[in-house]
């Protein structure tokens, strides 16, 4: 079985969204379930095919994320250093074109949020920048083109 990286605050989160869904998701959704049951023909019972759907893309969900849990490989990222780019680094970019600067942390796929700026290690601008040091600059291939960046920082918080 291959292993799934994931830091300690991904863990944790994925954790979360398991019992969420066992604990407030399954409840709710048998409890559709039992009530379009009551309203009779269950052949012609929208609600019910709607519920039972529901019921199971979550279970199909649960189990996908306690298999990623029960691979997890942990890695704590507060025990990490260096200068290289690595997993669970956080890297500060700033854009050759338009010099805006960003930062993002590389993180395991499961926890990967663009949002928060949580890129997947199999991400393009993750692979590019693994290995890489304070001062390479890297060349990402994107949708919209190839973008050029400068690496700043790299941190391990």
């Known amino acids: 079985m291959e292993k799934v990286p994931m830091t300690a605050a991904g863990y944790a989160a994925v954790e979360a ?3 969420q869904l066992k604990t407030v998701e399954r409840p709710r ?3 559709a379930i039992a009530e379009a049951r009551a309203h009779g023909d ?3 019972n929208a609600e019910y095919h709607a519920a039972k759907d529901q019921q199971g893309l979550t279970e199909a969900r649960v189990a996908d994320l306690e298999g990623k849990l029960s ?3 942990i890695i704590d990222v507060s025990k990490l250093s260096g200068k290289q780019v690595k997993f669970g680094a956080t ?3 700033i854009d050759m074109d338009t010099k805006a600067k960003v930062k993002y942390q590389i993180v395991g796929e499961v926890e990967a949020d663009v949002k928060l700026k949580k890129i997947s290690i199999t991400s393009p601008i993750a692979r590019a920048l693994i290995g890489k040091s304070v001062g390479d600059s890297v ?3 994107t949708p919209g083109g190839g973008k050029c960046y400068e690496i700043k920082t790299v941190k391990f918080v």
């Open 71 to 73: 691979r997890a490989d």
């Open 91 to 93: 890297v500060t970019l």
């Open 17 to 19: 969204i398991v019992k």
């Open 139 to 141: 060349e990402v291939s």
């Open 42 to 44: 269950l052949s012609e």
């Open 29 to 31: 959704i048998i409890a």
